[in-house]
Structures are given as C-alpha cells and as structure tokens.
C-alpha cells in the first residue's frame, strides 16, 4: 500500500513538472536597452485614485526603478518588492529624492484599495525616503498595462485554470525620461549593483566627484547581471602599484649606510 501511494506522489510530481514548463512557455524577460517605457501614452490610477499618465511618473531628474506584479500574486511579486526594499535600503540613497520606485500591477482586477495597501506596507519599509511619491502603486486596465509591459520586454500570460498571471522575476532601471538603462532578473538585487545602475541611468545629471570616479572604476558585466572593476582600471592599478614598487625598492638600494661611531 504505501508503494502505491509514493508511486502515485512520484506520478503526480512528474505531471506537475511536465506540464508547468508547457504553462511558462513564451513567459520571459527581454533586455530591451535604450527602449522608451512605454513606446505610446498610457494612463493609470494610482494608490490615491488619482488618474496619472505613465509620461509624468518622468521628471527629466530622478532615475526610476520600475516593478511589473500584481498585489494577489501568491508568492513571487512579494518576494521581488521585498528583494527591491533591501536593495535600496543598503544603497545610501534616498527614495523620492534621489531616485524613485514604480510598481505597475499586471491586475486589472487590482484595485486602488489594494494599491493603497501595499503602498502602506513598502513604503513603511524603505528606511530613507522622502514623500509618498518614493514609492507609487499603479492599476490600470489591459491595453494600458501591456503597453508598459511590451514595451519594457516583460512577456507574461493569464492562466485561466489557476486565475493566476505567469510572470518572471525580475526589475527594471530607467532614466529620467523613461529609457531602459538596466535589467535585473531573479529576486535578488545587490546594493552595490542597484547604486551604479541607477547613477549610470541619471545620464550625467547632477552626478558627485565620488559616483562620477565610481562610473569610471567599474563597469556592467552582462554575464553576471552585477558591476566589476574595469579591466582598465586593474591594468593602471597594478601598473602604478610596480612603478611604487620599483621606487620604494631605488630608494632602499642608493638610501646611504650608517656608518658607527669610532
């Protein structure tokens, strides 16, 4: 008897395993750089009712971090909002001043009064911000949402069976006017990479010395979705380095001896 039920849990797992990759196919994330977000007018409500169109979320001065969820989503959006929060919370940089966050809801069902809940529960966990507008939950209706979506390569689908929306993890960095910067797939978001990326976005715009020298000591690496130290930069750190070196070691060399007293 219970090899008949471990048997009948093994075929039930093989089912669900065949059948979800049938399910995900054609979702995906597409890294469409230098795209405008979105390509045509869109208007939505956001977490207050108000009707805003998606063009005037772009001030021309902050850089946007852009989340594409629905607020009923079981599990995933959750996890993506929440890898947004601890990113940004170790970045040193302040929500609504230097930069400002998205979250356009897949949902048309979702309602204001849905948005205004998770604008109370994200908001309340950025531990630098200025305003409500840090942080700005949008619902709209269908063709305003995949006009954003499409636009920005986010490709997801309905499934009638579950009611659920298919999607995959992942955000987006945009300029101050509304062009794709940076990619970031997966729910899981590096301080450090998240910083550069949204200083590489502000297009030169009221940039510091300090993130002006970071820009140029490191580099994006598509590989691994993440920043490293230009190749460049190492060649004239270990150059310098030898040339201190070589330097140090003429002066050990000609340095004249003590000579003891008689």
Known sequence: MRKFWALLLVGAGLSIAAELPHKLEGVRIEERLG???PASPAVFRDETGKEIPFSALFDGKRPVILVIAYFRCPMLCGLVQGAVVNGVNGMGLTAGADYRIVTVSMDPKDTVVEAAKNAGR????LKNRTGDDAWTFLTGETPEIRKVADAAGFIYRYDPASGEYLHAAGIFVLTPRGKISRVFTGALYKSFDLKLALLEAKEGLARSAAEHFLLYC???NPKQEGYGL??????????????LSL?????????????KPA
């Open 247 to 259: 330097v140090l070691l003429f002066i050990l060399l000609t340095r004249p001896k003590k000579t």
């Open 35 to 37: 795209a405008t977000v």
């Open 218 to 220: 490191y580099q994006y």
């Open 230 to 243: 230009k190749a460049m930069v190492l060649m004239r750190l270990g150059g310098a380095l030898a040339v």
């Open 122 to 125: 994200y908001r309340a966990l």
